[in-house]
């Protein structure tokens, strides 16, 4: 609210008609939707503040993501589509065909660059945490939506949101994850959403073959977070040496004997602390 008040109507207004809110993104799908957005000759200070924070307004998916990726790709705001291209069946030649299109700058480099910084802090340090994917660079911001029946608000009836992107430094993929009124939990997308896009983002990364990076934000740590290590390579040693080394796992043995032949998971692999390692031993 006071960062509505200090940029003043006609500010705010304008970064939102700037990434696209209000308006169709003209992708290629029917039935797009405008969103809703107050007039600015009818904004007063009671529409100013609530729209800051996003009552009172509403943006479509699409438009959301389309939002986002131009503030962590540099401030390019590109036109979206699904289809790719259209082939004549027998030839294979192309009858349509869509190009990236760019609508228009956002905001700048320098501005991006600390927004994609802020995105990975909320899931390394915050309200995201729940999505948090250890080697890998996550940045997301959590949504909560009431929702409206004829002009009024809902009581204790929510969309709760989160969009993600992978690797916050240099994004590959945006993922938008909304659920619809979840019943039986908190009411806050940190404990609903968050783990949600985790599991899918976990696809993506493979799917997309995003490889582990150091210098991410490091994260905070609760007492209900699994920490993962770097598991040593214990084989030829000792099996006194071992449980020593293996000293955050669960060690089990087979064989006879009081050194180690063979270990699993191998040596080098990240694994959860208090994760079951399994040593052959022999003489």
Do not use: C, W
């Given at each position: 609210?006071k960062?509505?008040?200090?940029?003043?109507?006609?500010r705010?207004?304008s970064?939102f008609?700037l990434?696209?809110?209000?308006?169709k993104?003209?992708?290629?799908l029917?039935?797009e939707?405008?969103g809703?957005?107050?007039?600015?000759?009818?904004?007063?200070?009671?529409?100013l503040?609530?729209?800051a924070?996003?009552?009172?307004i509403s943006v479509?998916?699409?438009?959301?993501?389309?939002a986002?990726?131009?503030v962590?790709?540099g401030?390019?705001?590109?036109?979206?589509y699904?289809v790719?291209s259209?082939?004549?069946?027998?030839t294979?030649?192309v009858?349509?065909?869509?190009e990236k299109?760019l609508?228009r700058?956002?905001?700048?480099?320098?501005?991006?660059?600390?927004?994609?910084?802020?995105?990975?802090s909320?899931?390394a340090?915050?309200?995201?945490?729940y999505?948090y994917i250890?080697?890998?660079?996550?940045?997301?911001k959590?949504?909560?939506?009431?929702?409206?029946?004829?002009g009024?608000?809902?009581?204790n009836?929510?969309?709760?949101s989160?969009?993600?992107?992978?690797p916050?430094?240099?994004?590959?993929?945006i993922?938008?994850v909304?659920?619809?009124?979840?019943?039986?939990?908190?009411l806050?997308s940190?404990?609903?959403t968050?783990p949600?896009?985790r599991?899918?983002?976990l696809?993506?990364?493979?799917?997309l073959?995003?490889?582990?990076?150091?210098?991410?934000i490091e994260?905070?740590?609760?007492w209900?977070d699994?920490?993962?290590?770097?598991?040593?390579d214990?084989?030829?040693?000792s099996?006194k040496?071992?449980?020593r080394?293996?000293f955050y796992?669960?060690?089990?043995?087979?064989?006879?004997?009081?050194?180690?032949?063979?270990?699993s998971?191998?040596?080098?692999?990240y694994l959860a602390a208090?994760s079951?390692?399994?040593?052959?031993?022999?003489?």
């Open positions: 609210m960062l509505g008040q200090l940029l003043g109507k006609e705010l207004f970064y008609d990434f696209g809110f209000g308006k993104t003209g992708i290629d029917n039935g939707s405008d809703i957005m107050f007039p600015l000759d009818k904004v007063g200070e009671l529409e503040v609530t729209s924070f996003g009552q009172g479509t998916p699409i438009q959301q993501v389309t986002v990726s131009s962590v790709n401030g390019n705001l590109y036109m979206p699904v790719k259209i082939n004549e069946p027998t294979n030649s009858i349509l065909s869509n299109k609508i700058k956002t905001i700048s480099k320098e501005t991006s660059e600390t927004m994609k910084y802020a995105l990975e909320v899931v340090r915050g309200g995201g945490r999505a250890d080697g890998y660079r996550i940045g997301g959590t949504g909560t939506a009431q929702k409206v029946k004829d009024v608000y809902l009581d009836n929510y969309i709760m989160f969009m993600a992107v992978v916050s430094n240099d994004p590959k993929a993922l938008y909304a659920i619809d009124n979840p019943k039986n939990t908190a806050l940190s404990y609903t968050a949600v896009a599991r899918i983002l696809d993506i990364i493979d799917a073959d995003i490889k582990r990076q150091s210098g991410a994260k905070v740590h609760y209900d699994e920490i993962y290590y770097t598991l040593p214990t084989v030829g040693k099996r040496e071992a449980v080394d293996l796992y669960n060690v089990e043995y087979s064989g006879s004997g009081e050194k180690v032949l063979e270990q998971p191998k040596g080098g692999t208090g079951t390692v399994r040593l052959l031993l022999g003489n």
